[in-house]
């Protein structure tokens, strides 16, 4: 199952609201989850089962979706959100990953 | 607290073998689901094993099957990921990760990772 998001990059600034997409190549009912990744660090999981926020995430962070469209929304940027996104599809081995999309700050 | 160590990378030659391990600390490690997951430098993160608590079920990433074999110590809390056969396409962080709903593939806590370089 390929999965495809964007944009691929995008500039923003604190306090703005950001949405990334990600597209299934097949339904994959809600069985998708969102990493945040830092420069040098591993990633860290924000979202599972499409829209559930994992402890300890803000609550800035949100996610949509079934089927084979999803979104990945930050209501209001913050300085630390400035990560690379990944989703990820858990419907079915191999589990795959999207390409990310890098948040930069405009 | 969960901690998760990877060790075992290192610089190695084309169609030599390695074996990374993951040592586990602060969780019942015999409970849950791990996984390997790989970063080339400067790329996106590619899943490529994952394996049962009890070590019954595996999958792998079609780019590693035949060549990369997933496996668990539960009674020294450690995960290995023995890979033979190391193309150059190969190199990258290998990161383990524990999967907090069976073998879901949703992973809540990660390594820091261990670096892999195959080159001559």
């Known amino acids: 199952i390929q999965l495809t998001q964007s944009p691929s990059s995008l500039s923003a600034s604190v306090g703005d609201r950001v949405t990334i997409t990600c597209r299934a190549s097949?339904?994959?009912?809600?069985?998708l989850a969102w990493y945040q990744q830092k420069p040098g660090k591993a990633p860290k999981l924000l979202i599972y089962?499409?829209?559930t926020l994992q402890d300890g995430v803000p609550s800035t962070f949100s996610g949509s979706g079934s089927g084979t469209d999803f979104t990945l929304t930050i209501s209001s940027l913050q300085p630390e959100d400035f990560a690379t996104y990944y989703c990820?599809?858990?419907?079915?081995?191999?589990?795959?990953f999207g390409g990310g999309t890098k948040v930069e700050i405009k | 607290q969960v901690q998760l160590v990877e060790s075992g990378g290192g610089v190695v030659q084309p169609g030599r073998s390695l074996r990374l391990s993951c040592g586990a600390s602060?969780?019942?490690?015999?409970?849950?689901?791990m996984h390997w997951v790989r970063q080339a430098p400067g790329k996106g993160l590619e899943w490529v094993a994952a394996?049962?608590?009890?070590?019954?079920?595996?999958d792998y990433a079609d780019s590693v099957k035949g060549r990369f074999t997933i496996s668990r110590d539960n009674a020294k809390d450690t995960l290995f990921l023995e890979m033979n056969s190391l193309r150059a396409e190969d190199t990258a962080m290998y990161y383990c990760?524990?999967?907090?709903?069976?073998?879901?593939?949703?992973?809540?806590?990660w390594g820091q990772g261990t670096l892999v370089t195959v080159s001559s």
């Open positions: 602060g969780f019942r490690f015999s409970s849950f689901g």
């Open positions: 394996i049962r608590y009890d070590g019954s079920d595996k």
């Open positions: 990820q599809q858990l419907n079915s081995y191999p589990l795959t």
């Open positions: 089962a499409a829209s």
């Open positions: 097949q339904g994959i009912s809600s069985y």
């Open positions: 990760a524990r999967d907090f709903f069976g073998k879901s593939g949703y992973c809540d806590y």
